[in-house]
C-alpha cells in the first residue's frame, strides 16, 4: 500500500512540469488539468521526465499500485536532481532497503486532494507515513519543513494532485540518521571510501573486528592494501578468512592503541600492537620500514577515531 502511494508522487511531479510550461501562472492549473486528469500520479510523472528516481524509488518500495490506484492523492514529489543532491551512496542505500525507502517515499504523500489554495493556509500536513511536514509560506512561496522549497504546484492527475519540490523530504528518524551517516568518517569508513582496502575490510568482517575500528578509539592502524595482501602466498588470504580466530590476531597486529602521527612514529624504535607483540620501525633512507621489510608508504590518513598509514606488504 506504502510502495504503489509513491509512484503516485512521481505521477503528480510530471503533470506539475507540464503545468509550468503553461503561459500564465494563474492559468497553469487550469490549463494541465485537463490532460493530466485522464492520466494518474504514476503516469504524469513518467510523462514529465524528470522523475526517473522518484519512479525507480517507488518501483523498489512497492508503492507503484497504490499510486496509481483510485485515490486521491497530493504528492510533494523531489525531481531528478533534488535525489542527485543527497549524500553520496544514499539513494543506492535506499533502494536496497525497500522498507526504509518506502518510510521516506510515503513521507512525500498526503491523503486527499490539496490544492495549493489550502495549502497556504496549514501550518502543517500529515503524511500517509504518519509525520508531520511542516509548511510556511515565506515570500510568497511555499517552505516545507524549514528548508524545501515547492517550485511547481496543482499539477493535476486523474487520482489527485502534485506539487514538484527541490529536495527530498525526510522524516525526523531518517534525518537524524542520516546526518550520523554524514559525520560518520571512521577508519572503517576512510578504508572503504578509498577503495584500496576491500581485502583488509573483508577480513575485518570475517573476524568480527568492524565494530571495534568503527568505535570510539582512538586506534592508529598500520593498513595494507589489497595488492599487499595479493601477494601472500597463494590460498592464505582464503585459508584465514575460514580461521575467525588467526585473522584477527594477525590484523590486530597491525593496530596500535592511540592516535599516532607520523612526526610520532619517527621517533620509535618499535611499537605494542594490541595483539600485543611489537612491530619494529626503523627510517631507512627517510622512510619507514616496519619489521624489516614492509613500507610505509602513506602517512596520516586521518579518520574521526584515529589514523591510518598505509603498508606495502
Not at 507503484?64 to 542505500?93: N, Q
Not at 585459508?239 to 590484523?251: H, K, M, Q, S, W
Not at 595483539?275 to 602517512?299: A, C, F, H, M, P
Request: aromatic letters at 4%; glycine letters at 8%; hydrophobic letters at 50%.
Amino acid at each position: 500500500m506504502k510502495r504503489a502511494r509513491f509512484t503516485i508522487v512521481a505521477a503528480l511531479a510530471l503533470a506539475l512540469v507540464a503545468a509550468a510550461c503553461s503561459t500564465d501562472d494563474a492559468e497553469t492549473t487550469t490549463t494541465t488539468a485537463a490532460p493530466a486528469a485522464e492520466l494518474n500520479i504514476v503516469e504524469v510523472a513518467a510523462e514529465a521526465g524528470s522523475f526517473s528516481t522518484l519512479l525507480a524509488a517507488a518501483e523498489a518500495a512497492g508503492l507503484v499500485d497504490t499510486l496509481t490506484s483510485e485515490g486521491p492523492f497530493t504528492v510533494f514529489a523531489p525531481t531528478d536532481e533534488a535525489f542527485a543532491a543527497l549524500p553520496e551512496g544514499t539513494v543506492e542505500g535506499l533502494l536496497e532497503d525497500p522498507e526504509a525507502l518506502a518510510d521516506i517515499l510515503l513521507y512525500h504523500v498526503v491523503s486527499g486532494e490539496v490544492l495549493a489554495e489550502t495549502v497556504v493556509t496549514l501550518d502543517s500536513a500529515t503524511t500517509v507515513q504518519g509525520s508531520d511536514v511542516s509548511i510556511v509560506v515565506d515570500d510568497g512561496g511555499v517552505v516545507l519543513n524549514g528548508s524545501v522549497n515547492v517550485v511547481t504546484t496543482d499539477v493535476d492527475a486523474s487520482n489527485g494532485v502534485i506539487h514538484i519540490i527541490d529536495a527530498v523530504l525526510l522524516p525526523a528518524a531518517d534525518m537524524d540518521e542520516m546526518e550520523d551517516m554524514e559525520a560518520s568518517n571512521t577508519i572503517v569508513d576512510v578504508a572503504a571510501a578509498a577503495g584500496s582496502f576491500s581485502t583488509l575490510l573483508a577480513a575485518a568482517e570475517a573476524a568480527g573486528l568492524v565494530d571495534t575500528l568503527m568505535s570510539e578509539g582512538p586506534f592508529t592502524v598500520f593498513a595494507p592494501t589489497d595488492e599487499a595482501f595479493a601477494a601472500l602466498p597463494e590460498g592464505t588470504v582464503e585459508g584465514l578468512l575460514e580461521d575467525p580466530e588467526a585473522l584477527a590476531e594477525i590484523l590486530l597486529y597491525h593496530v596500535v592503541a592511540g592516535d599516532v602521527r607520523a612526526e610520532t612514529v619517527v621517533t620509535l624504535d618499535s611499537a605494542t600492537t594490541v595483539q600485543g607483540s611489537d612491530v619494529s620501525i626503523e627510517i631507512v633512507d627517510g622512510g619507514v620500514v616496519l619489521n624489516g621489510s614492509v613500507n610505509v608508504v602513506t602517512t596520516d590518513v586521518e579518520a574521526d577515531n584515529g589514523v591510518i598509514h598505509i603498508i606495502d606488504a
